[in-house]
């Protein structure tokens, strides 16, 4: 196995809890946006995912948000997904933001073109994502392109791919797959019913899931009951717990308070629960409540990681 080449793979290779979060590149040519983003995470998180044209819609281009991101002295991982380049474009990104300063590569497939204010654009999908995972996994460990061409100072990307562990009809044997394209970690969707995420992990853990990739799970601390429910029917793999729903809508104008401080439990919990290796903590633009809840979870002060 060859050494770890980026922070967050050092800090899961020794066994250390690990914490990321999101910035969102603006719709704008102007950087900055990820630069307030990256600040106000700067020591609360290992790593942070760069969202790449999310929910369909164009937005500054990852590969310039890695590079924001990494000038303020936070780790980039650099999301991309296969919808919307061809292998080359691919190939140029994954090089270009190496150089900027990415060191994580977390590969998606990407959210329907429907969904996006383009839906008459062109789906590219030239590679799959366990072909992108695969590629990436390449120039890695032998430095080179699928083609078989040699590449100079080759990136070394930490390779990740994404799960929905609460979807119904959850199979198992589909983020085995991915793993076999070269995943060394697993960012999960966004779990509240920590009951069902318990029961998960123990279905899968005598497969070895938990031996072959590090599982960060995906938490969101809700803001008003609107927010809970729009989730709980819109996004596909969440699920609001009833409870949660009906101490959310008592709680009125203090519904922050309630989703924050709920928030902070689950990340508790998850870690106790062997097999999680880290939470992934989103903001959904609100960097301070992210904070607020690495901080009430216990998860200060990060530790250092030393990299090759």
């Known amino acids: 196995m060859s050494s770890p080449s980026s922070r967050l793979e050092a ?13 969102v590149p603006p719709r704008s040519g102007d950087p900055a946006s990820v630069e307030r983003q990256a600040l106000e995470l700067v020591g609360y998180a290992d790593a942070v995912n760069i969202t790449d044209n999310p929910v369909a819609s164009a937005h ?11 000038r303020v002295g936070l780790e980039p991982t650099l999301q991309v997904t296969v919808r919307d380049r061809n292998r080359l474009a691919l190939a140029a990104d994954l090089l270009g ?32 994502l366990l072909d992108l995972a695969r590629l990436a996994n390449t120039r890695r460990e032998q430095g080179r ?6 590449i100079d100072h080759p990136p070394r990307y930490f390779v990740g791919v994404a799960d929905s562990p609460l979807v119904e009809r959850y199979d198992p044997a589909r983020l085995e797959v991915k793993l076999d394209g070269g995943a060394g970690f697993v960012v999960t969707q966004i779990a509240y019913d920590v009951d069902a995420l ?8 005598p497969r070895g899931i938990f031996e072959r990739a590090a599982v ?13 429910r729009y989730m709980n029917e819109h996004i596909p793999g969440v699920s609001v717990p009833g409870a949660l729903l009906d101490e959310l809508e008592q709680a009125g104008p203090d519904a922050e308070s309630i989703g924050t401080a709920r928030c902070i439990e689950t990340v508790i919990r998850l870690k106790e629960l062997p097999g999680i290796a880290g939470v992934h903590v989103i903001g959904l633009g609100h960097e301070d409540i992210v904070r607020h809840v690495i901080e009430g979870a216990g998860l200060l002060p990060r530790p250092p990681a030393r990299t090759t």
């Open 11 to 23: 800090l899961i290779r020794g066994g250390r809890f690990c914490v990321t979060s999101e910035i």
């Open 60 to 70: 500054m281009s990852v590969v310039a948000g890695a590079a924001v991101t990494a």
């Open 97 to 128: 933001a190496w150089a900027l300063g990415a060191r994580n590569l977390l590969c998606l497939t990407g959210d329907p073109l429907s969904s996006g204010d383009e839906p008459d654009a062109t789906t590219v999908n030239d590679l799959g």
């Open 145 to 150: 392109l699928p083609s078989g061409a040699e």
């Open 198 to 205: 318990v029961a998960w992990a123990e279905a899968i853990r």
């Open 216 to 228: 960060i799970v995906g938490v969101a601390p809700l803001r008003s009951v609107k927010q809970a």
